[in-house]
């Protein structure tokens, strides 16, 4: 077994050493009940070339989003990620390093994750970030805990325009760690009010921007109303490169940022791993859940890295903890910090740039498709379109035509037939002018 | 005639210890700025051609300001991570003796499949038609963790192990409301568990009471059965325990909180100690979590992504989140949304669990294959035992032996040395060794907790003793002095967590303005 | 003359009058280490014996602190915020953190003075 460093020779000689006749003396406690006599009905070892042609095969069984015209998004996105970010975080020192528990031999990661830290709160326009969570919409779902904690209430009021998914885990979290959800019903067409809905128990609200309809919001004035009330601001963003162009929750008051980084610097990956991001202000900081990495001096009065605050952690606080999460994203915090700091100022802007031209260019073919209507106002780089026939249908045909072509509202709302023919497309810089022709011609012909 | 020119190929025997540099770089170790310290206005490591010109549809929310983020060149953004990369210590450079954390070799075919286009480039919202090798991927990941554990349902979604911890406890928590039990509110917890066991027992609205453990490192029986009552809704307990011992009153532990009502929560942070030749299931437990970052070395990554996936027994499988997969008609299918009758627990990550780390975890098992996966638990205990006899003698161990996986020893060796846990595992840097974890579990006093794993040969176990021994022969010696100063070889030394806990610096600031450039 | 008491748990409080000034032991600073933040209570709060009332933590560790006696809080030290390192350098000075008006003067008579809270802490090794 190539993994497995042992020959038999060493084997006898350790046990001799320990002092014991057999491998199975060193499993004595366990119960006779329980012990397996022989090897479980799994097949047995194989070589490399063995498991690469067996896992290849099940890859095979799948059709990449490269491999056709894709313009899904939905909380996902498609974008090309720059070959130096693949290649620093598979250097072993990155990737086979643990949590930066002993700073003297991680300054590596811990300087990293203080870089990641500025660079997500730099773009969401927000005080201080932590060093990454699961995902978005598990954020989403901690920023919710640490809105109940700050404002001593338990009740999250979400907008019609969160993802379907954030709603879900957000109620999953309230429903079993006893808080309550009032989530408005889906905001096609970006009307819903949710001030007056705010009351003395509304510990925050819970938007998203762009909306996952693709619709642009300035929640300034929901972000006065809330904090007039007692209560915080929870901005979402699913799609990170919006923040090139876009006016950042920040600056519209957002009390919490949460975001999905998975676009910046990570592949699709069918869902996962990906990396929530989470800022918020200063005066919330011991409030706030996750990992932070801090500034300091050494023995010898230099500058240097470490885990800070972490008496807000589980292993610390225990039952008391203000998140019972332990890992988070560390190397996909790494790919979206080697990222972010190829992209810079120029860049990171410019690609923001580029992909809303792509979604105005679609929007603009797609729009002209018979029978088919522009449902938003605004929008980054995904809106939502609504077809005379029900979505999920056209986009099985579409597949046919080698076009992957958006997220079926009806894929996100089982039980809302009315929203059957609303289809959500995105468009990134990695969508070419002749698919979009492409995508308009056969959804021309299927409809 | 004299061609060497003055150079000489024999090295001087001067010290270096105090050379100062001017560029303050010791050799191969480097100072490094940083990015926003090293960018300049106008550089990008991209090049982007130019946004097609358009009316934008912004709805006025363009942004104002510039981000503040720094311009960096391709080179300097490749230097500046390889040398940030190299002040990291990492299983690929050396034994990695974290306890509790199984710092394992992980193969490099794991990331060669996980970034086959086929898997890595396929979004999860796609028509299930076209993504029929993921949920097939999936589902053989189910059955080998289920057959692993002969636990008939496996929940795959969870992002990491207190994830999954969450997952099981609220699948607990349903099965019990289904019942009408909703007054069993407690959950037993011993004292020498992970943090996140009463964190996450917390998190699900539980009250935790503490299990005390008996002189041997083992839950206190006796303590346990006088806990139980109608209130009991579980018990959260790591078998092999964190003290690097199997309970071995497991079965009867589960027989006696079954007959009370409760149910039986592992937490299985320790599964690679018994992989292949126990299963959790004989134990009588009804959920555990396994961290495919340790058992299946799919990598730690400086702190994640890791993946949590709960096996379950039959009395708590309906409680499953979404989405997951089941075989339909016409090939796989994602369940997403609630069927059949009992109401799942809910979603618990955006999408459907961490896919990459589902295709690093199943490659490993299929590289190991059943006879691997035995062979690597064996080799696990092997090698923590032959530590343990090769250290008792000058370090103190906690319990005696035989130990699972890790082994653990308390700080009564280092008695009246004037060199503490941390000191000592401080000096173990110096020798090139990560050091193992401490102070933890808290039921040993100044704990260090040594799991060497399965990857490392026996002459590497051996110098790791001689470091270890030397290390403890010094400190009796009275050289405590030399300890307190320990590392002095890292590109840093110990770090003040007192200022950054007291003065927090999360991020870097542009420096203010001085009065001369005001003005 | 000022009177002060102790509790097991390692706070202590100085009478003057019917209000009381809370602080935690010389002794629980030095097992805490360098105290790197306290949570005070609100002035206005009214807490119980027995009830938590702060929080003290050190870069490894993080300890409830229960009031001695039960009242109203009537004052919090702000100083403690920006220089939690008072708490280490003056525990029964200047780090101390809250002041309390009695609502129940007879819950003294269960507290240590200072001498049987010294053998206290000499019984615990």
Redesign the interface.
């Known amino acids: 077994m190539r993994y497995l460093p042992h020959t038999a020779q060493d084997r006898r000689e350790m046990l001799a050493a320990i002092g014991a006749a057999s491998v199975d003396d060193l499993y004595r406690d366990v119960p006779h009940s329980a012990r397996l006599g022989g090897l479980v009905d799994l097949p047995r070892h194989q070589g490399e070339l063995a498991v690469e042609r067996d896992i290849a095969g099940l890859a095979a069984k799948n059709r990449p989003a490269g491999s056709m015209a894709s313009f899904l998004g939905g909380g996902a996105y498609r974008h090309h990620v720059p070959s130096s970010v693949d290649h620093l975080i598979q250097r072993g020192e990155f990737l086979t390093s643990y949590t930066p528990y002993q700073p003297e031999v991680t300054q590596g990661t811990l300087q990293m994750l203080f870089e990641f830290q500025t660079q997500v709160a730099l773009i969401s326009g927000m005080d201080v970030a932590n060093a990454s969570m699961y995902d978005g919409a598990t954020g989403a779902a901690e920023a919710v805990l640490m809105a109940n904690r700050v404002t001593k209430r338990a009740k999250a009021l979400l907008s019609g325009g969160l993802h379907p998914h954030y709603r879900e885990v957000i109620e999953t979290y309230g429903r079993w760690s006893g808080f309550s959800v009032k989530a408005a019903a889906a905001d096609v067409s970006g009307v819903e009010d949710l001030a007056s809905r705010i009351d003395a128990e509304t510990s925050c609200v819970v938007v998203q921007n762009p909306s996952i309809f693709g619709r642009i919001h300035d929640y300034a004035a929901l972000a006065a109303a809330a904090q007039n009330a007692g209560a915080l601001l929870v901005v979402v963003v699913t799609e990170a490169v919006s923040l090139g162009l876009l006016k950042p929750p920040g600056e519209m008051g957002a009390d919490i940022f949460v975001g999905e980084g998975q676009s910046i610097g990570n592949a699709l990956n069918f869902g996962g791993p990906y990396v929530g991001l989470f800022a918020t202000r200063d005066k919330y900081v011991r409030q706030m859940p996750g990992r932070l990495t801090g500034e300091t001096v050494d023995a010898d009065g230099r500058r240097g890295w470490v885990l800070t605050l972490s008496t807000r952690e589980q292993h610390i606080r225990r039952e008391k903890a203000t998140s019972n999460i332990c890992t988070n994203s560390g190397l996909c915090a790494l790919a979206f910090c080697i990222h972010l700091s190829l992209l810079g100022e120029d860049g990171f802007t410019r690609l923001a740039q580029i992909n809303h031209a792509h979604a105005v260019q679609l929007a603009e073919k797609l729009g002209g498709v018979k029978g088919v209507s522009l449902v938003n106002d605004s929008f980054f780089n995904e809106f939502t379109l609504k077809l005379p026939k029900p979505a999920s249908e056209v986009v099985e045909r579409l597949v046919d035509k080698g076009v992957l072509a958006g997220v079926p509202a009806s894929r996100l709302w089982p039980d809302q037939p009315d929203l059957a023919n609303h289809l959500i497309v995105a468009a990134t810089e990695t969508n070419t002018e002749a698919e979009m022709d492409l995508f308009a011609r056969s959804l021309a012909e299927v409809l | 005639m004299d061609k060497s020119q003055g150079r000489t190929a024999r090295p001087d025997a001067a010290p270096a210890a105090e050379i100062v540099t001017a560029s303050g770089h010791r050799g191969l170790q480097t100072e490094e700025k940083l990015i926003f310290e090293q960018g300049e206005p106008g550089r990008t490591g991209v090049d982007l051609p130019a946004p097609p010109k358009v009316a934008d549809r912004l709805n006025g929310l363009k942004r104002q300001r510039p981000v503040g983020l720094p311009g960096l060149s391709e080179p300097q953004v490749i230097r500046h991570f390889t040398r940030l990369s190299q002040k990291n210590y990492a299983i690929d450079s050396g034994l990695y003796p974290l306890g509790s954390c199984t710092m394992k070799h992980n193969p490099r075919l794991n990331e060669k499949m996980a970034r086959l286009p086929g898997l890595a480039d396929i979004h999860p919202l796609q028509p299930v038609s076209t993504v029929q090798g993921a949920l097939e991927l999936m589902d053989r990941l189910a059955h080998w963790l289920k057959t692993l554990t002969g636990m008939p349902a496996v929940a795959l979604t969870p992002g990491a192990g207190a994830h999954g911890e969450f997952c099981g406890m609220v699948a607990i928590r349903a099965a019990l409301d289904a019942k009408g039990q909703q007054s069993r509110k407690r959950v037993l917890v011993p004292e020498s568990a992970h943090g996140t066991n009463p964190a996450t027992a917390a998190a699900c609205g539980f009250t935790v009471d503490a299990i005390p453990a008996d002189d041997r490192g083992r839950v206190d029986l006796a303590a346990f059965k006088a806990k139980l009552g109608p209130d009991v809704a579980a018990i959260m307990l790591t078998n092999p325990n964190t003290c690097g011992l199997f309970e071995p009153d497991i079965v009867t532990i589960a027989k006696a909180l079954h007959e009370a009502g409760g149910y039986f929560y592992c937490d299985g942070a320790n599964f690679n100690a018994i992989a292949g030749r126990v299963r959790p299931a004989d134990l009588g437990i009804d959920a555990m979590h396994i961290n495919l970052h340790k058992t299946f070395s799919t990598p730690h990554g400086g702190g994640g992504p890791g993946s949590g996936p709960v096996v379950f027994s039959e009395a708590l499988a309906p409680y499953v989140p979404l989405p997951y997969v089941v075989h339909g008609k016409d090939g796989f299918r994602l369940v997403e949304g609630r069927e059949g009758k009992a109401e799942p627990l809910g979603r618990l990550k955006t999408f459907h669990g961490q896919m990459g780390m589902f295709v690093r975890a199943l490659t490993y098992m299929l590289s190991h294959g059943a006879d691997g996966i035995r062979q690597a638990s064996e080799d696990a205990v092997l090698n923590a035992n032959y530590l343990l006899a090769r250290l008792k003698d000058v370090m103190s161990p906690a319990f005696d032996g035989p130990c699972m996986h890790e082994c653990l020893f308390d700080d009564s060796f280092l008695k009246d040395t004037g060199v503490s846990t941390l000191d000592f595992a401080k000096a173990l840097i110096d020798e090139g060794f990560h050091p193992m974890t401490m102070y933890f579990p808290l039921v040993v006093h100044g704990a260090l907790l040594i799991e060497p794993t399965e990857s490392e040969t026996r002459a590497s176990l051996d110098e790791f003793v001689g470091s270890l021994r030397s290390l403890a022969t010094r400190a009796k010696q009275g050289e405590a002095a030399s300890f307190h100063a320990a590392p002095r070889l890292t590109p840093r030394r110990r770090l003040d967590e007192t200022r950054a806990a007291r003065q927090p610096v999360l991020r870097w600031k542009p420096a203010a303005p001085t009065r001369q450039a005001a003005e | 003359m000022a009177e002060i008491r102790f509790t097991k748990e390692h706070e202590w409080i100085r009478i003057e009058g019917d209000t009381g000034t809370v602080g935690i032991s010389d002794y629980a600073q030095g097992q805490l280490g ?1 105290v ?2 306290v949570e005070v209570p609100e002035v206005g709060k009214k807490v119980s014996k027995g009830a938590q009332a702060a929080v003290v ?6 300890s409830e602190v229960y009031a001695p006696v039960s009242g109203e809080v009537t004052a919090a030290n702000a100083a403690l915020a920006g220089n ?2 008072l708490v280490n350098a003056s525990a029964m000075g200047d780090g101390w953190f809250f002041k309390l008006k009695l609502s129940n003067k007879a819950e003294l008579g269960e507290l240590m003075d200072e001498a049987a809270y010294k053998a206290y802490v000499a019984g615990l090794g």
């Open positions: 360098d790197v933040f933590e050190s870069v490894k560790a993080a939690p390192g």
